[in-house]
């Protein structure tokens, strides 16, 4: 059977001192929940992430395909890859298979120089963004962002916006449930918030 579970909300937030990506964890299949514990946030190095809406199967292969290429950047140029040439990798990838493509809007994020977070869309479309959401509870998402969201704002505040938009997505969007996943990139890398500290935080 081919892979469409989907549902889901993403949102990214780049801080002062980091960038922030945050996800739920429904993945859904028509009308039905098919999953309450999917991963939709992933390490693609020690400092670059990637969260993905959409089809499942086709985020977990575009995810095997960025850690490659992100590996064999590495071998070949003798340093990391920056976010912006993540991003646009992402993009010319997903441009190149438009006719045939991924099913999914990416958001990249990470901290070289500085954070920096990018919002892709199936074409290839790349937006590089203080702050976004893609998924079937983005228009939630948007309304806490907006709001919420100041130039140079601390990590630990755009923590607890990313968290806000999710939790509020999760409320009146059908779609998206079950759970948070929150990632933090700063200069000392990729770092996944637990349970625990998460529910500390919405209390």
Known sequence: MTE???GTTTVGVVCRDG?????DKRASYGNMIMSKGVTKIFRIDDHLALAGAGNVGDILSLVRLLRAESR???AKVGQEMSVSALA????????????????GWFLVAGHDVKPALYSIDMAGGLTDDKFTAAGSGMEFAFAILEAGYRE??????GVKLALRAINTAMRRDVFTGDGITLVKVTPEGYIEMGRDEIEALLK
Do not use: C, I, S
């Not at 140079?152 to 505040?157: A, C, I, R, Y």
């Open 4 to 6: 469409k579970l989907k």
């Open 152 to 157: 140079g704002m601390p990590l630990e505040e």
């Open 72 to 74: 064999l950047y590495r």
């Open 19 to 23: 960038a922030v990506l945050a996800a």
């Open 88 to 103: 646009t990798l992402t993009a010319n990838v997903l441009h190149n298979t438009r006719f045939a493509p991924y099913f």
